[in-house]
């Protein structure tokens, strides 16, 4: 009884402390928000290439009637495209662009992007943005989210701009692109 007695007497004195002021919980939310903003400018670009001996995207999955179909509604495509610092596929490599795009739309030729711009070269190596939107080639200019992010770009959000620079007769494509990043 006499142990219980203590036991009890321990535990009303540390109910007595203010726990509370050394295990102080954030707002993560407000921390965040009175983080200062960095907005970063990136300029790049991609080289989408479906043909030849080693494509640099391949169709993964298709519907039964995709090849009738005048926008190819219903395929899908794994991308792992290099970035490069012009259009020119022997510059600089910058980055790879990983992820999937599909034929999204069945009147007019829209892919829904779902993409990683993985950064291997200077400053940015190591860190990424993903965007994720509607992309309609056949548009000079061509608009799409930025959704996130990883490293430097953690907690991103923005935008890309895409211009086709080159479209060949096979479907290989050189794209241009403005990424506006807020980190």
Do not use: C
């Not at 600089?92 to 795009?101: H, P, S």
């Not at 993409?115 to 080639?137: E, I, K």
């Not at 794209?175 to 980190?183: E, G, S």
């Amino acid at each position: 009884m006499a142990k219980l007695g203590v036991v009890l007497a321990l535990f009303s004195l540390l109910a007595t402390i203010p726990w509370t002021q050394s295990f102080k919980v954030e707002n993560w939310a407000t921390m965040l928000e009175s983080q200062k903003k960095t907005v970063t400018s990136l300029q790049f670009y991609f080289h989408d290439i479906v043909s030849g001996k080693n494509p640099s995207a391949v169709r993964v999955a298709k519907a039964n009637d995709t090849d009738k179909s005048p926008t190819f509604f219903g395929a899908l495509t794994m991308a792992d495209d290099p970035l490069t610092e012009t259009p020119d596929p022997k510059s600089n490599l910058v980055g790879r662009a990983q992820g999937l795009y599909g034929s999204a739309g069945q009147q007019e030729l829209g892919f829904l992007m779902a993409m990683n711009f993985a950064f291997t070269d200077g400053v940015y190596n190591g860190s990424s943005v993903s965007l994720l939107g509607r992309n309609s080639p056949l548009h000079p200019i061509r608009e799409m989210p930025i959704v996130g992010g990883t490293g430097m770009f953690r907690l991103a959000r923005g935008y890309a701009i895409a211009q086709t620079h080159q479209l060949d007769p096979t479907g290989d494509a050189i794209v241009h692109y403005n990424v506006t990043v807020v980190h």
